[in-house]
């Protein structure tokens, strides 16, 4: 088994954004991602994803300079105008071409 | 970018248990919490989440001394009586202030 | 708190794979796992998920063994004809036995 070292990124948005979130996800080069239902609260915030559809967790594995140019956007596009929580690890995948 | 190393906290219950481990988990002083819908088994259970609504995932992203605090109430409080999983895992998250 | 390292292997793949990978999860000696609902896309795949059922994620904890194995089996048996992602990180967990 050979693996590479890859990151994940999770975005926990409300589920209004995921189409954009998926589009620009994709434009900074990820090859692929998984979007699940959720909901939950984070600081200062009501708890979301009771209305409006609730919140999405989309997880992205990639490499380290296309989770930087994603989390970059996020922070200068997301982060000012909505409630969206991220965090990063390490993984390991097989079939690297693929991430 | 500039990154905070947390600890990602990954709990997995009877749906039943939702609101009592959310509102330990808050008052353990984590900031936020992610839950999701689940459904699995664990040892010497049966499959759990078929029935009586399912299985919770909630996710809960910390420092060290928060994520002990809830892993120290559930093996205290959870363990005893409830079939419940967790793990935990290293994280690097921005906005460090919102963990 | 005592903790054991472990593995946690996420999987992705189409509903219609769930009770088959469970099946095998199981018999390469994993204890437990967690499913949820998904859907995303990967490379070269049409939005996956949107048809069919849907995408399912499978979360195991184990043993570097165990999950080696599990790896080992989705390389040969599933690759070659399913769209199937795969990542794996490393956890700790209480209760080693338990996983």
Chains 1, 2, 3 share one sequence.
Do not use: M
């Not at 620009?24 to 979301?48: E, F, I, M, W």
């Not at 956007?73 to 997301?78: G, N, P, S, T």
């Amino acid at each position: 088994l050979s693996f590479a070292s890859k990151k994940l990124l999770t975005l926990v948005s409300e589920a209004a954004l995921e189409n954009r979130l998926i589009r620009d996800v994709l434009a900074c080069g990820a090859k692929g991602y998984t979007v699940s239902g959720a909901r939950g609260t984070g600081p200062r915030n009501q708890r979301n994803g009771d209305l409006e559809g609730g919140n999405i967790r989309i997880e992205v594995v990639a490499d380290s300079k296309t989770i930087d140019q994603i989390i970059d956007l996020v922070q200068r596009e997301y982060f000012p105008h909505y409630a969206l929580s991220l965090w990063i690890s390490e993984v390991s995948v097989l079939r690297d071409e693929r991430y």
